[in-house]
């Protein structure tokens, strides 16, 4: 019986997992074409790229004791995972509690609870201004109220870049060909770059790895600061990437990775998140230094419906200060002759 149960729920989590597209896309800038793959992991199961890492975190803790209706999983979350998460264990039965935090769009929470989720809301920031440290002081808290609640722990879990290692990281090379010649990835917890970059480390040493987190995210080290954008970046450093697992790594800040963002949807007509925004505008940095070799891929990780009242509102932009430095950075970039366009 139990054996047989074991199996149902494995194979509705790998059920679950979906290759995603990689489009092609040509940007112009100062009179060069460059042509690069957008890995656009929208198109996933849960529209994002945490479906993947919330597949090998259930996973996990499944096989270390099994998930079976009534239970209930706590994580802390920006919001991407947790989506992930309750569709997956909605669909056995099983309860979720999402520790997030103001930063967690409103279109989110709302999904969150339709989809049967319970939220605890995180007000208080931490000493750096953000939250993380905070989530994680609630979920400990819950633990002690609950034991027989289940924690993945989506921060220290080995099983999260693990899911990348399997997945995205052969998705990637496999889609784009003998030519690739860098992957830009956002970070957070560091569980989709330190997944690929291990792929990539194994079966393609030759491509580049760019690691890309937004400034005030103390995710590769550095200080730490007011951050705005949703997905990437964290208080606390990645534990999965000490250093050796990427070639590069880039701070964007925040107005200018929205001004990409919102350039991307007047040529596109797509909304992308702001952490695409961001691993996009590392990309801008190297073609304009010229050191762009073979074909890149950015990993978008996810798309910009739930972002229309923060990244993509003026009003909000005004709110946090920074309306005029988005625009500001349109107009430069436009003036360098900034375009894209879909390419095949
Ligand atoms: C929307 C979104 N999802 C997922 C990720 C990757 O997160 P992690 O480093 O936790 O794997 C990022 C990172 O920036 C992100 O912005």
New binding site residues.
């Given amino acids: 019986m139990m054996g047989s149960s074991f199996l149902r729920v494995e194979q509705a989590f790998e059920r679950v997992l979906r290759r995603t597209p990689l489009r092609r896309i040509q940007m112009s800038l100062r009179g060069r074409a460059v042509s690069f793959g957008l890995k656009l ?1 929208e198109c996933g199961t849960a529209r ?3 479906s993947r ?1 919330a597949v090998g975190l259930l996973s996990d803790l499944h096989r270390e004791s099994p998930l079976v209706p009534g239970t209930v999983v706590v994580e802390s979350t920006s919001g ?1 995972l947790g989506l992930a998460m309750v569709h997956l264990l909605a669909g056995i039965g099983c309860g979720f509690l999402a520790v997030v935090d103001p930063k967690t769009p409103q279109a989110t929470r709302r999904a969150l609870l339709e989809q049967g989720a319970r939220l605890v809301v995180v007000e208080e920031p931490d000493e750096q201004g953000g939250y993380l440290s905070r989530r994680l002081e609630a979920v400990r808290r819950i633990l002690d109220e609950h034991p027989d609640y289940r924690w993945p722990n ?1 921060y220290e879990n080995p099983a ?1 870049p693990e899911a ?1 290692r399997i997945s995205t990281g052969p998705e990637i090379t496999e889609q784009a060909g003998a030519d690739l010649g860098a992957v830009y ?9 330190a997944g690929i970059a291990a792929h990539l480390r194994a079966h393609r040493p030759d491509v580049r790895c760019v690691a ?1 987190d937004v400034t005030g995210s103390v ?1 590769l080290g550095g200080a730490g600061g007011r951050r705005l954008i ?4 964290a208080g606390r450093r ?1 534990v999965f990437l000490r250093g050796d697992e990427y070639d590069h790594a880039v701070h964007v800040d925040d107005a200018e990775a929205i001004a990409v963002c919102r350039m991307v949807r007047e040529d596109l007509g797509r909304t992308v ?3 695409t925004g ?1 691993v996009l505008r590392a990309l801008l940095d190297d073609v304009t230094v010229g050191s762009v070799a073979g074909f890149p891929v950015c990993l978008a ?2 798309g910009g419906t739930k972002y229309a009242d923060t990244i993509f509102s003026d009003d909000w932009a005004r709110e946090q200060g920074i309306h005029a430095d988005i625009g500001a950075a349109v107009r430069r970039w436009r003036a360098a002759g900034l375009t894209f366009r879909v390419s095949g």
């Fill in positions: 992991e994002s790229v945490k890492t991407n989506q999260n990348h990835v956002p970070v957070s917890t560091g569980g989709t770059l890309v995710a949703s997905g990437i970046g990645s998140g702001g952490s961001c990780a996810d």
